[in-house]
């Protein structure tokens, strides 16, 4: 069945950083891949998405790039915010899941001033 | 544009109480309906999906049941909560039509059992 592996947490950054988060995935078809972020207490916003290979997803600074040949979509930034201290979720929806989302299990960031 | 709301936002509730939490989208017709359940520190479990009124589909059996009475209204029901059905509920929505399938979730209901 699909699975969404994301790398273990928690990651912990300085003010400025850079960031990468990995993801990969194993999914039947030619699946979507989203990241999706939590802010304590909140629900999950939805940070970007990519509908086919080589596509790039964008968002606040954010960038993950849908990279077939290696099933993965890291998500990365080149300079990380304290206000970006969340819970990253990668997802993906493949033609073989009936159109249901499949997580990661999260990776906690927190970015210190 | 479109809002999903959730209520309550936090619920006390004694273990073999009844529970109902709410789910309601504006904005949209027709809407795919989810509710996930996300334990503390941990992953989002799906629970329940809907695709239209009246049509419930379970992912984990347990002693929760979901009813989706109007086209925009998705509940969660227990007639009995355990001490292991505390955490964090969310609600989910996305377009029905073919292309849409990035979800959009709600505030989401924290609760606990005591």
């Known amino acids: 069945g699909d699975s969404v592996t994301q790398m273990e947490g928690p990651v912990t950054l300085s003010e400025e950083a850079f960031l990468t988060i990995n993801c990969t995935y194993t999914?039947?078809?030619?699946?979507?891949l989203f990241w999706y972020v939590q802010y304590p207490g909140e629900g999950l916003q939805l940070l970007l998405k990519?509908?086919?290979?080589?596509d790039k997803g964008s968002n606040k600074g954010f960038e993950a790039t849908y990279r077939k040949e290696t099933t993965s979509f890291h998500l990365e930034k080149g300079s990380v915010q304290v206000s970006d201290s969340a819970v990253y979720f990668c997802?993906?929806?493949?033609?073989?899941?009936?159109?249901?989302?499949?997580f990661g299990s999260g990776t906690q960031l927190t970015v210190l001033p | 544009s479109q809002t999903i709301h959730q209520w309550p936002a936090t619920l006390v509730q004694p273990v073999g109480s009844p529970l109902s939490l709410e789910c309601t989208v504006e904005?949209?017709?027709?809407?795919?309906l989810y509710w996930y359940r996300q334990a503390a520190g941990r992953g989002l479990q799906l629970l329940f999906y809907?695709?239209?009124?009246?049509?419930i589909s379970s992912e984990v059996p347990q002693n929760l049941s979901a009813s989706r009475p109007q086209d925009r209204q998705f509940i969660l029901s227990s007639k009995k909560l355990l001490l292991s059905d505390s955490g964090f509920y969310l609600c989910?929505?996305?377009?029905?039509?073919?292309?849409?399938?990035?979800?959009?979730f709600g505030p989401g209901t924290r609760l606990t059992v005591t």
């Open positions: 989910a929505w996305r377009g029905g039509h073919t292309g849409e399938y990035e979800q959009y």
């Open positions: 999914a039947t078809g030619y699946p979507s």
């Open positions: 990519a509908t086919k290979a080589d």
């Open positions: 997802a993906l929806i493949s033609s073989g899941s009936a159109r249901q989302l499949t």
């Open positions: 904005g949209t017709s027709n809407p795919n």
């Open positions: 809907s695709v239209g009124i009246g049509q």
